[in-house]
C-alpha cells in the first residue's frame, strides 16, 4: 500500500462526496448507520446546516477518511468520523479532528462532544489517546420519533 502523504487532501465534505463515504461507514466495524439520517437526504440536509465543520480526505482520488461535525451555537458533536483501515496510523485521524476543532473555535464553540459504542475498543482507544475524556457522571439516553430510521 503506497502511504504517500504528499497526495492527501483534506477538504470540506460536500454531497457528491456522499457515496463513498457511505461505502467507507458501511464497511467500518464499530460504525452504527440509521436508515434516514444517514441516508443520502438525510447527510445532504446535515451538510447544509452545517457548511463547514464536515471534512473529507483523499489520497490520490480515493476517499480514506470522514469526520462529520456539527453544533447547536453552544457545543459541536462529532458523528462518524473513521478512517479506511489501511491508512490508520499515519495521523489521518488525528488531522481530520484537528480541521473539526479549528473549524468550531472559528464559530465561537468551546467544547465538543461525541458517543462510542462502548465495545468499540480502536474507536474509544483513539478519542482516549486525542484527550476525549469518558464521562461517568451521565446517562446517554434517546427516544426514536421516527421509527422507520432504523
Do not use: Q
Not at 462502548?118 to 475524556?133: D, M, T, V
Amino acid at each position: 500500500m503506497n502511504k504517500n502523504l504528499d497526495t492527501l487532501t483534506i477538504s470540506i465534505m460536500k454531497i457528491s462526496d456522499y457515496e463513498e463515504a457511505y461505502k467507507l461507514w458501511n464497511n467500518t466495524e464499530g460504525m452504527g448507520l440509521r436508515s434516514l439520517d444517514d441516508s443520502r437526504e438525510g447527510i445532504d440536509k446535515f451538510l447544509k446546516r452545517n457548511p463547514t465543520t464536515n471534512f473529507v480526505c483523499r489520497v490520490k482520488n480515493e476517499l480514506v477518511g470522514v469526520i462529520l461535525c456539527g453544533h447547536d451555537g453552544r457545543r459541536g458533536y462529532i458523528y462518524h468520523a473513521v478512517v479506511d483501515a489501511k491508512y490508520r496510523k499515519i495521523g489521518i485521524g488525528n488531522n481530520l479532528v484537528n480541521r473539526v476543532i479549528s473549524s468550531l473555535e472559528e464559530e465561537g464553540i468551546k467544547k465538543v462532544a461525541l458517543v462510542v459504542y462502548s465495545n468499540n475498543n480502536e474507536g474509544n482507544k483513539f478519542w482516549n489517546n486525542l484527550g476525549f475524556l469518558k464521562r461517568d457522571d451521565l446517562f446517554y439516553r434517546n427516544k426514536v420519533i421516527d421509527i422507520n430510521n432504523i
